[in-house]
């Protein structure tokens, strides 16, 4: 028995010894609930600051995608304005091509309508050519040099190639259809006969 009592008192011994060393590294229970309050306490205080940073960063992007669709919506006023205004300087061009040709109309008509002789009637259509001719030009619209060139397929269409003493090869030796620049732009190449 005597043995057993002393089992015993040692078990007891060494469950107390546990105990001081696991409060020893644990601590107390109560400082081990305060320590857990402390831990939930700043993760609360954590998840709050996270939902505040959340928060304004949605404001920034939304912010930014209403920056986005303002900058949208003006490119596309300013694509439909432009595609308007050059629409209308196209018509406009006409317009202003139309109101100089119109004076060109009304004298074929005044020499339609005269009665007079061949050469006053050769001597008004010379006038209204040259003044067609001057509103071309007015609208940069120049005959392309041709007979006596050499050949330049940019500038010149052949239609017809022919032998000729004294004349290099591809020299354009006749214009069937005079060719067209408006600016620098061939709007139309001269018909030609070039040489063999």
Sequence with gaps: MEEMEKEINKKEENDVNNLKSNEQMEGPPEKEEQTQQEHKQQTVDEIE???????????????????????KAEFENYRKRTEKEKAE???YGQEIVMLELLPVIDNFE???????????LKEGIELIYRQFKKILDK?????IEAEGQIFDPYKHHAVMQEEVEGKQPNEIIEVFQK?????DKVIRPSLVKVAK
């Design 49 to 71: 600051e996270l939902k505040q940073k959340l928060q304004q960063k949605e404001a920034e992007a939304q912010e930014y995608l209403d920056i986005a669709q303002r900058l």
């Design 89 to 91: 300087l196209i018509d």
């Design 110 to 120: 005044r020499a339609l309508a005269s009665s007079g002789d061949y050469n006053s």
């Design 139 to 143: 609208f940069g619209v120049k005959e």
């Design 179 to 183: 060719g067209y620049y408006l600016k």
